[in-house]
């Protein structure tokens, strides 16, 4: 029997990286580890990052400096370090924090027990890094935080190069995971009580073209449909290109599948985007939104938005906030660009000071909140079901999120985490509804 060691996991960045981590535990767990929130209990600490904004190194070193007092105090303590700024960086990062042991990438975290189990041996710092990997070559098991809800990664890397993106220099090109392996998580999720999964791709609509032999998204997504147990689906991120009307209409046939498209523009003039290297134009991204609104009309669709890109313009700007008023998302996630090393933006002229960016994207967050909390407000009377996943004590209140994503508080006497239930909204804010349990005769 191996014995109990402990394992505090620190995960920042998206929702895949949030999978990774559960991988990651998962891996640990088969040579002894059990998570623990306490970083004073830990054995090993394995941090998990995100390259995706400036300076990510410098707030990574400012924040291993904690940990270097603990090691202080705990000399046999384990510090890893790994996922896409070590895959960027590599051996800079024990360069610049020597009481790091061991760094691992973005590309074979797959391997982190035997990586782990090299350093127990001999105590020695280990800089595992590679720069083409697959991490769906073996299966992985997963620790969830999470019950009723599952984040599953079905590919892996990204092949379209935009210019202001880190991504596919740290994740690497395209790789789709097997639909078996695929099928067989979810499945074994469902078992422990999972009713929901959200599918994860840096370009989910573009999975399966690197398979033999190929199996398109849509076709994934029907056999998906088709497991027993399983109640929802949810998929993120699309890419304007690929999210075709086919899909769309694949979304609208299949009952599991939510009503809900994250459908990143990025920016709202058309010279910006060609150089962001998106490959649409605005009149594409209104085609395929006003197809969806006709198909689904109570979709939610939710975007992304950068400002400041390199030789933007104060007139190119207010078409980015003139766009998000256009198309009136339900949310939109907000950044002002940021120079990420070795990506073509990074190198071109016209930057932009960052007092101007800032400015900007104060301005955009404005609208863009005043926006989402419109559309809110205009769903006060609708009934919605939600999947409950959780209880704020403080505020005595139970939450959970919509077929479209949307997170909703209300107040119940009986404990409803795990359940389904219908709401009535009786209020909206610019991040969330508030709403009152309804019965189902009252539906």
């Known amino acids: 029997m191996l014995n109990t060691k402990k394992v505090k996991m620190e995960t920042f960045g998206c929702q895949m990286n949030k999978s990774d981590s559960e991988k990651i535990l998962g891996l640990l767990a088969t040579i002894g580890y059990e998570p623990t929130e306490l970083e004073e209990d830990a054995d090993l600490v394995v941090i998990n990052t995100c390259s995706i904004r400036e300076n990510a190194v410098q707030r990574l070193v400012g924040h291993l400096g904690n940990y270097k007092k603990l090691k202080r105090f705990n000399p046999d303590l384990i510090l890893s370090v790994g996922g896409c700024v070590p895959q960027h960086e590599k051996e800079n990062i024990r360069k610049k924090a020597p009481f790091v042991d061991i760094v691992f990438g973005s590309q074979n975290f797959n391997k982190i027990h035997e990586i782990v189990q ?18 769906f070559e073996d299966e992985m098991p997963t620790r969830r935080d999470e019950k009723h809800h599952a984040w599953v990664t079905i ?18 090109n395209e790789v789709s995971r097997k639909p078996e392996s695929i099928i067989n998580e979810i499945e074994v999720a469902v078992a422990n009580g999972c009713k929901e999964v ?3 791709g840096q370009i989910i609509d573009l999975y399966g073209r690197d398979l033999r032999p190929k199996l398109n998204f849509e076709e994934l997504l029907y056999k998906i449909h088709d497991i027993e147990g399983l109640e929802r689906i949810k998929f993120v991120t699309s890419h304007p290109n690929y999210m075709t009307k086919s899909l769309v209409d694949t979304v609208a046939k299949l009952d599991k599948l939510c009503e809900y498209f994250h459908l990143p523009i990025q920016s709202g003039n058309n010279e910006i985007l060609k150089k962001m290297n998106r490959r649409y134009t605005l009149e594409d991204y209104e085609e395929i939104v006003n197809y969806i609104r006709t198909k689904i009309p109570d979709a939610a669709i939710t975007s992304d938005l950068i400002v400041g890109f390199p030789t933007e313009t104060e007139e190119q700007f207010m078409d980015t906030v003139n766009c998000a008023i256009k198309f009136r998302f339900d949310a939109v996630n907000t950044a002002a660009y940021s120079i990420r090393p070795g990506t073509v933006a990074g190198a071109m002229d016209g930057q932009i000071d960052e007092l101007t960016k800032n400015i900007r994207l104060n301005e955009l967050n404005k609208v863009v909140q005043e926006m989402a909390k419109t559309k809110n407000k205009e769903r006060i009377g609708k009934i919605e079901n939600l999947l409950v996943t959780g209880y704020n004590e403080k505020k005595g209140n139970y939450y959970g999120r919509t077929r479209g994503a949307r997170l909703v508080h209300f107040k119940a006497d009986d404990s409803l985490i795990g359940q389904f239930v219908n709401v009535r909204v009786t209020d909206g804010t610019r991040s969330s509804l508030r709403g009152e349990l309804v019965t189902d005769l009252e539906v």
């Open 118 to 135: 090299k350093f127990e041996e001999n105590r020695k710092p280990v800089v595992s890094i590679i720069d083409k990997g697959n991490i």
């Open 155 to 172: 590919m892996n890397g990204c092949s379209r190069y935009c210019t202001y993106c880190i991504v596919p220099y740290v994740r690497g």
């Open 198 to 200: 959200t599918l994860l």
